[in-house]
């Protein structure tokens, strides 16, 4: 089995999709497993090799001049993906299970499981749709709501609606309390949000979510708040990690507090940000762990997914929050708390995804019909 690890791609949080597939490829090399490191620059072109699977490749500027970007050669990339490069003493590299390690957009959405799909490729993590739903907040409130799971209250809208009917959009969002976090649908790491505290900052906040993403939402602030994670590993019978509780300074869990300071919450390091298990009593705890196993479920999770609440210390309310689909080093030291080792980890997420395969392979994708030779005599109406 050859392994190919996913990482890069257009999308803000390319940078930190850098340092949680590097993490990736070398749990995986620890394994002895054959890995090719596979890296989308920001311009979306396909570089594959033995020298981006180090950290120091990209902390020296990564500079790609020297390397020859790679194509994807279709007409073989069935149950497997055949990498070449062109011209007469281009490579040629083949993987038979993908291991994606994409933040954010053009990667963690749902584009990378969909062309592992197309491939018919076995793949680490969740399908198309659930990453999809997952990576727009939007969307995955209004299923929260569709399923009476508490979420903060919300006024979604995107660039064309606020540039027309803004005065309505204003009205909406005044209807809801202050203070208010503005935020992009489609975006992570808390790029682009904005905290709100009255009516005089909520054009600029707008206007800052709408650099990022045509979709905006405007959410209620969860007061004394809680963050609470909760990862979850698994396929139809997942299993819940310990809570945690991350500790930030200012207005939000701010993309400093998850990457940048004491080597960053979101990555396992920052150990002051974080306390592990949260402060939380035991019903607390356990409900919160139980309905991040039904929103994984809720959603088609599959491998892994990490499930953020705002819970409301004074009123004890735990509002769902987000799913990442792909967590910042998989989440690795909150699965170490749980019992759950690097290495074991890397295994059970593959072993999770052949099984998700061969699942998949019992269906049937083909229906025999005459329709065809049907649709031969129809003709079109004059
Ligand atoms: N409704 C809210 N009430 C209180 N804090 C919030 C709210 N929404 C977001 N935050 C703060 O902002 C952080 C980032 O928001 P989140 O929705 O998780 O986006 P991201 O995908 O960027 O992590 C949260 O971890 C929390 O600290
Ligand atoms: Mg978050």
Redesign the pocket.
Known sequence: MTIGVFFGSRSPEHDVSIITGEFIISGLKKLNYNVVPIYLDKQGRWFLGEELGKLAFFKDGGDLTKLKPYYLDLENSRGRMVFKQKGLFGQEIEINLAFPAFHGQNGEDGTAPGLFELCDLPYVGCDVASSAIAMD?VLTKELYLAHNILT?K?IAFNAHEFEHNQDIIMKKIAELKY???V?PAR???????T?VKDNEGLQNAIEVALHYDGKILA?????N?M?VTCAVLGNDEPQASVLQE?L?GD?????ED?YLDEGGAQLGNAESKLVIPARLDEGTTRSAQELAKRIFKLFGCSGTARV?F?YDKKEGKM?A??I?TMPGTLYHHLWAKSGVEFEDLLQKLIKLAREKYAEKKELTSTFESDILAQANSLKLKQ
């Open positions: 907040k903060a919300f203070p208010l976090f935020k975006l992570g790491s808390s790029i682009g949000i905290k959410e209620e602030g969860v007061e708040l963050d991350s930030f207005d939000l869990f701010s993309y998850k953020d705002l509002y929050n987000e990442n």
